[in-house]
């Protein structure tokens, strides 16, 4: 796991919480909603190569959807236990 360079956003008590964006060293990037420190809600990772993922997180245990989107354009939908 990366080590957070940069944290841009909302914060509540002290936790990440509300819309922001998580820039990792590897310059990888998470842009959407955080819940009391943790992505939850819809958001988008992105790789360094440019390609990404459009995630809905659901809570803990349960069903979350993502559609990874690659430079190429080409697409994959598929949903995930988490």
């Known amino acids: 796991m990366c080590t957070p360079l940069v944290y ?3 914060w509540s008590q002290g936790k990440w919480h509300g819309r922001g964006v998580l820039q990792l ?10 819940h009391k420190g943790v992505k939850f809600g819809r ?3 992105t790789w360094a190569d440019g390609s ?3 995630v809905r997180l659901m809570s803990e245990g ?5 559609s990874k989107i690659l430079r190429s354009l ?3 939908v598929f949903q995930a236990m988490h």
Do not use: L
């Open 25 to 34: 060293k590897n310059g990888e990037r998470y842009e959407g909603t955080f």
């Open 43 to 45: 958001g988008k990772f």
């Open 8 to 10: 841009m956003g909302a």
């Open 74 to 76: 080409e697409v994959v």
């Open 62 to 66: 349960e069903k979350g959807s993502a």
């Open 52 to 54: 990404y993922y459009e």
